[in-house]
């Protein structure tokens, strides 16, 4: 599974062995283990624990260029 986040300022976050994709009152848990890569193409706030849980699972985080 690809996980894109593309809504301006959702919030990406380690929950347990899952990532939790938030904006406003809307959320989404996604196990890590299903997830083959990331892809961020705006504006969104990404924990260091997240990226180390992608970084743990050998999934390929993919950010736009600037």
Known sequence: MQLVI?????YHRKSG???LVKRDEKSSEI???KVNSIT???AAYVTTD???LAVDN???PK???I
């Open 40 to 42: 961020i193409t705006t």
């Open 63 to 65: 950010l736009p260029t």
């Open 6 to 10: 593309n809504t301006y300022g959702a």
């Open 58 to 60: 050998n999934i390929d």
């Open 17 to 19: 062995n899952c990532f």
């Open 31 to 33: 196990a890590a283990g």
């Open 50 to 52: 997240a990226i180390k």
